[in-house]
DNA sequence: CCCACTTTAAACACTA
DNA sequence: GTAGTGTTTAAAGTGG
């Protein structure tokens, strides 16, 4: 495996730009091809070392912490875990670049992995991997002072149930070594692959892994004059393979400038962790609660999937109660009772918008009622409205969660909708959509059990009722006032209002734009229906809401509906840039 | 224990 | 008829 320099990429392009080689060559050139396929082997290596060196770095630095922790701890703690999360970040976002490689070679053909050759499916390696790893990670780190680090061999099965990747892929403390016993096992089979000649790079699945062909072969020969034939030394080849140089190159950059960026963070920790006041506490600032919570509510020792949820928490100490995620809610089987913002209007946007490659990646329930959430969606729309089926997108794209556990969570929305006063559904000619009324949010009220059924037909009667004061109000363009008092609104609730481009984190385009290129590769086949979006709806909509309100008294004791109103701000020219293009519900 | 709230499931209605 | 959407009810769980 441990190829000396095979060939660089200049020499490659060098070779290439010959155009006119001798049989000798070509030889030459398959070889290379190959060459460069070890190369792409070697950097999972580096990958894995990388990892396991972090383990390592950070189980010392907890360590070393857990001797000093005994000291102050309210003050050091946020720097402490604004560093946690730093890191964490940059965990995910090498885990990511991993990530974003092996899709790319197994799209490019370059690596290929039969499930049944390795014993491990491809979707473990290039999609629940890694972020279940990183989650075993962080709960070793957050946890490993609780738990006993040793002999935990075979009693730990890792992780979640729901989790695509195989217990045996997750071992507790084993992630590296798992991932060793991958590539061993891959190394393994393609040895004997090559002994057997029935194997190729450049064919998997029965198919031919050459970019952009993808022809289907019944046996490996019938391939290999293919390959011969069809992909010979000629221009189209030479540019091809010029162009998986480049990817690869460039692949290679990305991970250079992460991997320096990690490296001095993790040089940074590292000085900072053997100073002995700067880390009054461990990694983690929540794992505690979460560990002894779901000690008692889940099967002991391993059933902690994805408990490193915990990243969410350094960012937003607030509670307790957020961080707690059991497994059984992980596994979805559980009711979502983190009461993180359902109510006392917690603001849910900064740890979303923190953690929010977290809760992209890992299949985490997120800490938030589905009221906040739907509230969420719909503030960061650029029209502060959206239809259902745009929410339903906003959580699979926002979620991993959302995307896997799809079974259920549809129906949650709507009855939530249907259920929250502060949910207001407006209507047009071209559809329906949601939009929020914060103020009732604030007061975190349902409508009322046991009023009257709605039917639809009631909806076209009574236009003129009170009830409907609120349409009317808002039918009227009242953008900018509304626009500030919305913004008051939420700066009161200490919201950011991503549409602003508010805080430093990165803006939901940039987020939903690395998210989309992720998916696009990871995905099998869930874009069941490109129409994501609704029918379109005209910018202006003539709004008329649906949405009885029961005359309560205390309904009409403020502005509150005029907060309602859908922020009609001159922006919406740039709507939609992520609504429209995806639409990954319905991917169980 | 009560109450408010959330989640979930189910039934039902309406529309495309 | 089916799927999507929307409303309502009920049960169960959580937490103040």
């Known amino acids: 495996m441990m190829t000396p320099q095979v060939i660089t990429p200049q020499q490659m392009q060098q070779i290439l ?33 990388q990892q396991e060196q972090l383990h390592l770095q950070l189980l010392q630095q907890q360590q070393q912490q857990q001797q000093q922790h005994a000291g ?19 965990l995910l976002q090498v885990q990511q670049v991993q990530q974003q490689h092996l899709l790319n070679l197994q799209r490019q053909g370059l690596l290929t992995i039969q499930p049944g050759q390795t014993g491990l499916p491809l979707h473990s390696l290039t999609q629940g991997m890694i972020p279940a790893e990183l989650q075993q990670l962080w709960k070793e780190v957050t946890n490993a002072h609780v738990k006993e680090e040793h002999n935990h061999n075979n009693g730990h099965r ?69 390959l011969n034939n069809e992909h010979a030394l000629d221009d189209r080849s030479t540019a091809q ?10 692949l290679e950059l990305q991970l250079a400038k992460d991997k320096e960026r990690l490296q001095a963070m993790m040089t940074h920790l590292h000085v900072k962790s053997t100073e002995p006041k700067n880390t009054p506490q461990p990694l983690n600032l929540v794992s505690n609660v979460t560990l002894s919570k779901s000690a008692h509510s889940a099967s002991p020792p391993l059933s902690l999937p994805q408990t490193p949820t915990t990243p969410t928490a350094p960012l937003t100490p607030l509670s307790q109660t957020h961080s707690v995620i059991t497994a059984n809610s992980l596994h979805g089987v559980g009711p979502m ?47 502060k409205q959206l239809t259902l089926n745009e929410v339903y997108n906003w959580f699979t794209r926002m979620f991993a969660y959302f995307r896997r556990n799809a079974a ?52 076209n009667f009574d236009v003129q009722s009170p009830n409907l004061v609120k349409n009317i109000q808002t039918s009227l363009g009242y953008g900018p006032t509304l626009s500030a008092a919305f913004q008051a609104s939420m700066a009161e609730n200490n919201i950011p209002l991503y549409t602003t481009g508010s805080i430093g ?84």
């Open 241 to 250: 393979c010029r162009v998986q140089m480049q990817v690869v190159q460039q």
């Open 505 to 588: 984190s990165p803006t939901l385009h940039s987020l939903a734009h690395a998210f989309r290129e992720e998916m696009n590769g990871a995905m099998d086949h869930g874009n069941s229906n490109g129409s994501d979006s609704s029918p379109g709806r005209s910018p202006l909509p003539a709004m008329h809401h649906i949405k009885e309100e029961p005359l309560d008294p205390e309904d009409h004791e403020g502005p509150l509906s005029l907060v309602t109103t859908a922020n009609h701000s001159p922006d919406f020219d740039h709507h939609r840039d992520y609504d429209d293009e995806q639409g990954h519900d319905d991917m169980l």
């Open 337 to 383: 009772r983190r009461r993180y913002s359902d109510k006392y209007n917690m603001p849910i946007s900064p740890d979303l918008s923190q953690n929010k490659e977290f809760y992209m990646n890992a299949e985490v329930r997120p800490p938030f009622t589905y009221a906040s959430l739907i509230r969420q969606a719909i503030l960061e729309s650029p029209e």
């Open 408 to 459: 259920t969570w549809k129906g949650a929305v709507r009855t939530n909708l249907s259920l929250h006063k502060c949910f207001v559904r407006v209507e047009d000619e071209c559809g329906s959509f949601w939009t929020v009324d914060d103020g009732e949010f604030k007061r975190g009220r349902h409508i009322q059990r046991g009023r009257p059924r709605k039917h639809a037909a009631d909806e």
């Open 17 to 49: 730009q010959q155009q006119v080689l001798s049989p000798q060559q070509l030889q030459v050139l398959l070889q290379q091809q190959q060459a460069l396929m070890l190369q792409q082997q070697q950097l999972q290596e580096f990958y894995k070392k």
């Open 158 to 226: 890792g992780l979640d149930l729901s989790s695509p990747a195989p217990p045996k892929n997750t071992h507790l403390n084993h992630h590296a070594s798992s991932n060793g016993q991958y590539m061993s096992h891959k190394r393994e089979a393609s040895t004997h692959e090559d002994h057997s000649h029935h194997s190729h790079p450049l064919y998997g699945h029965g198919v031919c892994k050459w970019p952009g062909c993808e022809a289907v072969f019944d046996d490996f020969y019938s391939f290999l004059k293919h």
């Open 72 to 90: 102050s701890k309210q003050n050091k703690e946020q720097q402490v875990s604004a560093q946690q999360l730093a890191f964490q970040q940059q």
